[in-house]
């Protein structure tokens, strides 16, 4: 059975920054991509970026090219991401999310972590 | 990037009845070689994370109730909601896979009355 486990809720100062992690489980973790998508509190879901656990490859959206840093471990089956000089418009619920059946979209989620941008 | 737009933005029915959200592509999501529309619908109920509805448009994910109905192809989408359920009550995304950047709809949330 697929799953991702992502990490708990994490406090981080203004500027400083906060990693959070998505275990995976159930399937080969270098055959697929990873994604990550963003939803600040009461808004809709905004989609950041995409590694290549296997190559490490990435691709971001534009507005978080400068924000968020996506790494993979493959000896763990853990994909991060890292955000950077955080400031209140980071505070969201963060998702990993992965296309595990082709063609099906983000079929399957993590449950999301919840970072506050808070001094 | 491919524009998302949906409608309405909030949506209130009774129980029973029958509920019509629309998504509108700014280029068509239509992928030519083997006819796929690289569209879906998620549902997402207060708290908790997005459920994978719909695929390619028209396919409800394993477990999905037949209720939840995906139509159109190209650039105009809906999802119909036969004989609401008061635990139908949620946020419902529609997002365009077609291409990179994955882009979202701003949601349409559905109000039980």
């Known amino acids: 059975e697929v799953q991702l486990q992502q990490s708990g809720p994490e406090v981080g100062r203004p500027g400083s920054s906060v990693k959070i992690s998505c275990k995976a489980s159930?399937?080969?973790?270098?055959?697929?991509?990873m994604n990550w998508v963003k939803q600040s509190p009461g808004q809709g879901l905004e989609w950041i970026g995409w590694?290549?656990?296997?190559?490490?490859?990435?691709d971001y959206a534009e507005k978080f090219k400068k924000k968020a840093t996506l790494t993979a471990d493959t000896s763990s089956n853990t994909a991060y991401i890292q955000l950077s000089s955080l400031t209140s418009e980071d505070t969201a619920t963060y998702f990993c999310?992965?296309?595990?059946?082709?063609?099906?979209?983000?079929?399957?989620w993590g449950q999301g972590v919840m970072v506050t941008v808070s001094s | 990037d491919i524009a998302i737009t949906q409608s309405p933005s909030s949506v209130a029915v009774s129980v029973g009845e029958t509920v019509t959200l629309s998504c509108k592509s700014s280029?068509?999501?239509?992928?030519?070689?083997?006819?796929?529309?690289?569209l879906g619908w998620y549902q997402q109920k207060p708290g908790q994370t997005p459920k994978p509805l719909i695929y390619?448009?028209?396919n409800r994910h394993t477990g999905v109730p037949d209720r939840f109905t995906g139509s159109g192809s190209g650039t105009d989408f809906t999802l119909i909601i036969s004989s609401v359920q008061a635990e139908d009550l949620a946020d419902y995304y529609c997002?365009?896979?077609?291409?990179?950047?994955?882009?979202f709809g701003s949601g349409t949330k559905l109000e039980i009355k």
């Open positions: 390619w448009a028209t």
């Open positions: 159930g399937y080969t973790f270098t055959d697929y991509v």
């Open positions: 997002e365009q896979y077609f291409v990179y950047p994955l882009t």
């Open positions: 999310a992965m296309p595990y059946n082709y063609g099906r979209g983000l079929d399957y």
């Open positions: 590694i290549d656990p296997e190559y490490g490859s990435t």
């Open positions: 280029q068509s999501l239509l992928y030519s070689e083997n006819n796929k529309d690289y």
